[in-house]
């Protein structure tokens, strides 16, 4: 019976961590583009190739034109200012491994590092 439970729980331990999976990038931005239609693509250390972040015109896989304003001035300012950006995204990957484009999950959260 001892047994049963320690399966259970580890099982439980296994699939939480599972659905839980996420990574993030610490990188240095190097270029913000904002295109005529509001697309923010970034070109940053991490992937070596552009990414979207958000649509300051409408929302973008979850994220708020507002939030996405806030980013912009944030990257931009973190790119002036030689500072290193923390992106946050869920699911299993990596920085090197993200998809480029629209194709990009949207982040949880955009930081920077001081």
Not at 16 to 27: D, E, K
Request: with cysteine; hydrophobic share 40%; glycine share 8%.
């Amino acid at each position: 019976m001892k047994n049963s439970y320690k399966f259970i729980l580890f099982i439980c331990l296994f699939i939480s961590t599972n659905v839980l999976a996420s990574f993030h990038c610490t990188v240095d931005v190097q270029r913000v583009l904002v295109y005529a239609t509001g697309g923010i693509n970034i070109l940053h250390t991490g992937r070596g190739d552009y990414t979207n972040i958000c649509n300051l015109n409408s929302t973008w896989k979850g994220v708020e034109p507002l939030t996405c304003a806030m980013w912009a001035s944030l990257l931009q300012n973190s790119q002036v200012n030689a500072q290193k950006v923390i992106f946050y995204y869920p699911g299993d990957g990596s920085c090197k491994e993200l998809a480029t484009y629209g194709n990009t999950p949207a982040p949880v959260y955009i930081g920077t590092i001081k």
